[in-house]
């Protein structure tokens, strides 16, 4: 009883400062899409692209395996503090980033040509020296993530995002001379992202945390390796989206600043409405990622199934109400949000493949607890190909909605090619298939419901109006959901239930 609680309570930590840091992040959007416009926004997205692109080297394999390392240990030896593990791991991602650092200064004349705006160049090099503070930064991060402490690991994310929107505020709004628009978020991201590694280095050294002898540097790099790779490609993958979807609307007919503008309608405006769920859903993984290590590692897969199955189930529900919200009324909320309608029309599209998102997020981090980093990047890089391909050819028939269609076509490959691995290895069952088809049909009326709630009240209390269109077409949905045995409290609650793998939105 004592072990469910814990984990209840770790979910609901994790939830609410991710919850925090995605509204804050939502709010600062908003700010900057109206305060300085869409083009400038595309162009943050471009550097920011780019920055993630290298910043996986050093800050993405590297945290996951230190993670899954020490939460294997610690089921063996309760006692382990992981401090060899860190130690290792920060050796092996200092030399990767400031390896990275050099290499692109190396080629800073070459830069230029492959940013499809030329103008995003300078920003990117006052973003780069936060390579090395993000790699240490994610780092200890991970081993307060591996020893199972979700609030050190979350509430840093938090700060993180509270200093960007302090400082960017600070130097957007003039009050330091020459710095300004997408200059002065540039620098805020540097600074703070610096700021929070400092004081997670102070916080890693006061909860005991300690640097000793480490150990052999391939126990870390090897399993990494896959990871990294995943991730690299995976920015590598945005980047070239960043940089190959403006040029395809461009030979579509668009000019530059359209070009520029669509990229920022897509990647500030509407993805982190459509992300939205993520929030819950990975607080949900990040706390079930040590459990499953732990399951993982002494063999139980009966319970890594239930995991699993609840997990999904859980996101399943949680993405449903999103769904019936943005496929509903998302062309309503983006015009009152970033006065902008052509953001909310993509949103409204590509709600439809939200559920698929879950799915593909909890069997990834599944792979990885159980130490299937190669087969989990093998799933990822068949998605990817497909995804840019589609990026490639579509733009000059639908547009924007090309990345609606790419992306769906990679969680597809994905999902099928994660879900594959996992029951050759653990024999997965997949009762959340149920929970996908109930799902889906419960939004269909949800969503009607929502949009006649909405017209119906729109002259009479305006902005009101999509606030009780929203409540009420969640109630619909969660109503059926709950009357249909999909939504089911009762498995939450009552301890023997979760143990005997009850159905309903149970963890395990």
Avoid at 80 to 99: D, E, F, K, R
Avoid at 208 to 228: C, D, F, M, N, Y
Avoid at 334 to 358: C, H, I, K, N, R
Wanted: aromatic share 12%; net charge positive.
């Amino acid at each position: 009883m004592a072990g469910i609680k814990k984990l209840f309570k770790s979910v609901v930590t994790v939830t609410i400062f991710a919850v925090l840091t995605r509204t804050l992040s939502f709010i600062f959007k908003i700010y900057l899409s109206r305060t300085l416009g869409a083009e400038v926004v595309g162009l943050y997205q471009i550097c920011l692209s780019a920055f993630f692109l290298f910043s996986a080297l050093g800050a993405s394999g590297l945290p996951t395996v230190l993670s899954r390392k020490i939460a294997e240990e610690r089921a063996l030896k309760p006692d382990s503090n992981g401090h060899a593990q860190i130690t290792s791991t920060l050796i092996l991602g200092i030399l990767v980033s400031a390896v990275s650092i050099g290499i692109i200064y190396l080629f800073k004349p070459c830069l230029g040509a492959v940013f499809t705006d030329k103008r995003a160049v300078p920003l990117f090099y006052i973003m780069l020296p936060a390579l090395l503070s993000s790699c240490i930064y994610s780092i200890i991060r991970s081993w307060f993530w591996g020893r199972k402490q979700f609030t050190y690991f979350s509430i840093t994310e938090t700060l993180e995002e509270v200093l960007r929107i302090l400082f960017t505020a600070l130097f957007v709004s003039g009050a330091f001379a020459g710095i300004g628009g997408a200059y002065g978020i540039a620098l805020a991201f540097t600074i703070s992202d610096a700021t929070v590694a400092v004081l997670l280095i102070a916080l890693f050294f006061f909860k005991g945390g300690r640097l000793q002898k480490p150990v052999r540097l391939s126990e870390i790099a090897k399993p990494a390796l896959p990871v990294t790779a995943m991730r690299v490609f995976g920015c590598l993958a945005s980047t070239l989206l960043a940089i190959l979807l403006p040029a395809r609307l461009i030979d579509a007919g668009y000019s530059i600043s359209e070009a520029t503008a669509s990229f920022g309608r897509i990647a500030g405006m509407a993805n982190p409405l459509l992300f939205a769920p993520n929030a819950i859903i990975a607080s949900m993984t990040i706390v079930l990622v040590p459990e499953m290590s732990e399951n993982g590692i002494k063999n139980n897969y009966q319970l890594l199934n239930r995991q699993i199955n609840g997990g999904i189930n859980f996101a399943l529900l949680i993405s449903g109400f999103f769904m019936v919200a943005f496929c509903a009324l998302g062309r309503n909320l983006t015009e009152l949000l970033f006065a902008d309608t052509v953001s909310g029309e993509y949103l409204q599209a590509a709600s439809l493949f939200m559920l698929l998102v879950p799915v593909n997020m909890i069997t990834t981090s599944t792979l990885n607890s159980i130490g299937m980093e190669k087969e989990n990047f093998f799933s990822f890089l068949a998605g990817t190909v497909f995804m840019l391909a589609a990026v490639y050819f579509l733009p000059q028939y639908i547009g924007l909605y090309s990345v609606v269609a790419a992306t769906a076509i990679s969680l597809i490959l994905c999902c099928a090619c994660n879900l594959y691995y996992l029951k050759k290895r653990i024999n997965l069952r997949f009762g959340f298939l149920k929970t996908i088809l109930m799902v889906s049909l419960f939004a269909l009326p949800s969503i009607f419901f929502t949009k006649w709630v909405y017209a119906l009240l729109v002259d009479l209390i305006g902005l009101f109006a999509m606030l009780l269109a929203f409540s009420a077409g969640s109630v619909m949905f969660g109503t059926l959901a709950y009357l249909f045995g999909v939504l089911n409290f009762e498995s939450i609650l009552n301890y023997k239930k979760l143990r005997k793998g009850a159905s309903g939105i149970a963890l395990s």
